[in-house]
């Protein structure tokens, strides 16, 4: 059984050591389970930690609602959710590695799965564990590494996944409740970039699984920020490879090499709110902190 209390404090290629209390530069990803980190925003973790500002990684839950070893889907005969999680969660810890996150913190709560699973009903599940608890754990990171930068999902979890928005709920919960977050940033892939990357994916012969809504991701107008983190692709798609338990749903591992660096050298993002002095328009989300 995975403690539900499972936190890896100041982990750091893996080490345990406690995190130093300072106001240096610091990032914080809000992410759901293990495997999101990379996305919507290896890049712009790798890039960071390459430019020496603190990153921090706070996964939410461990993930048993994926495929198991054998590939068994969530809801089959013989599907291992404790195997699982114990996977997905090593499989974290070589992704944090491979994009030198300096401190991972793991919440260690149960995979809600998709919405409208019947996992949805678990009480253990992240989505109904009660906000002050949850959010009121995060705080107490958000005190513990005063991230000037901190990055989540937007209030629809970028798809409607459960675990995703209360990521999102737990995030803005706990940067209202500290006020240690500067700026606070939600993940976004902008439509026109998802109706080009299947366009040029079915051109290049890859089998894919669903077609996008046409109001699927972002609005192009409303992002704020892109981020170029071409320099750090190979990390980033190592980090993906990481997570071979998932591989199976990650359809840009099926892409031309070509294909993937295209689709990995910029992340996008649409600012919530920022109370410094920056940009508009930004190309780097530490704008107007150094």
Same mark, same amino acid.
């Given at each position: 059984?995975?403690?539900?209390?499972?936190?890896?404090?100041?982990?750091?290629?893996?080490?345990?050591?406690?995190?130093?209390?300072?106001?240096?530069?610091?990032? %914080?990803?809000?992410?759901?389970?293990?495997?999101?980190?990379?996305?919507?925003?290896?890049?712009?973790?790798?890039?960071?930690?390459?430019?020496?500002?603190?990153?921090?990684?706070?996964?939410?839950?461990?993930?048993?609602?994926?495929?198991?070893?054998?590939?068994?889907?969530?809801?089959?005969?013989?599907?291992?959710?404790?195997?699982?999680?114990?996977?997905?969660?090593?499989?974290?810890?070589?992704?944090?590695?491979?994009?030198?996150?300096?401190?991972?913190?793991?919440?260690?709560?149960?995979?809600?799965? %998709?919405?409208?699973?019947?996992?949805?009903?678990?009480?253990?599940?992240?989505?109904?564990?009660?906000?002050?608890?949850?959010?009121?754990?995060?705080?107490?990171?958000?005190?513990?590494?005063?991230?000037?930068?901190?990055?989540?999902?937007?209030?629809?979890?970028?798809?409607?996944?459960?675990?995703?928005?209360?990521?999102?709920?737990?995030?803005?919960?706990?940067?209202?409740?500290?006020?240690?977050?500067?700026?606070?940033?939600?993940?976004?892939?902008?439509?026109?970039?998802?109706?080009? %990357?299947?366009?040029?994916?079915?051109?290049?012969?890859?089998?894919?699984?669903?077609?996008?809504?046409?109001?699927?991701?972002?609005?192009?107008?409303?992002?704020?920020?892109?981020?170029?983190?071409?320099?750090?692709?190979?990390?980033?798609?190592?980090?993906?490879?990481?997570?071979?338990?998932?591989?199976?749903?990650?359809?840009?591992?099926? %892409?031309?090499?070509?294909?993937?660096?295209?689709?990995?050298?910029?992340?996008?993002?649409?600012?919530?709110?920022?109370?410094?002095?920056?940009?508009?328009?930004?190309?780097?989300?530490?704008?107007?902190?150094?």
């Amino acid at each position: 059984m995975i403690d539900s209390g499972v936190r890896d404090v100041g982990w750091t290629t893996g080490t345990l050591e406690e995190p130093r209390m300072t106001h240096e530069l610091t990032l %914080m990803a809000v992410h759901a389970h293990p495997d999101d980190e990379v996305l919507g925003t290896g890049g712009l973790l790798a890039r960071s930690a390459a430019e020496g500002i603190r990153t921090v990684l706070v996964t939410c839950t461990n993930g048993e609602q994926g495929d198991d070893s054998g590939g068994l889907k969530p809801g089959e005969p013989g599907h291992d959710a404790e195997e699982v999680a114990r996977r997905r969660l090593a499989e974290v810890r070589e992704s944090a590695g491979l994009l030198d996150i300096a401190h991972l913190e793991l919440l260690g709560y149960r995979d809600s799965g %998709m919405d409208g699973w019947s996992t949805n009903d678990d009480p253990r599940a992240f989505a109904n564990v009660p906000l002050d608890e949850s959010a009121g754990r995060l705080a107490e990171l958000m005190q513990r590494y005063r991230p000037q930068v901190v990055v989540t999902y937007d209030e629809n979890g970028g798809y409607g996944h459960p675990d995703h928005i209360q990521a999102h709920r737990i995030a803005m919960a706990a940067a209202e409740k500290t006020g240690v977050p500067d700026k606070l940033y939600y993940t976004a892939i902008p439509r026109s970039g998802i109706k080009q %990357m299947f366009e040029t994916a079915r051109q290049a012969g890859v089998e894919l699984d669903f077609d996008p809504p046409d109001d699927f991701g972002t609005p192009d107008e409303l992002i704020t920020s892109v981020v170029d983190v071409s320099a750090h692709v190979d990390a980033k798609r190592k980090a993906l490879e990481a997570h071979a338990s998932q591989g199976e749903n990650i359809f840009l591992l099926r %892409m031309p090499e070509e294909m993937q660096r295209a689709a990995f050298s910029f992340e996008t993002f649409v600012r919530h709110y920022c109370r410094i002095d920056a940009p508009e328009k930004e190309e780097d989300l530490f704008a107007g902190l150094r």
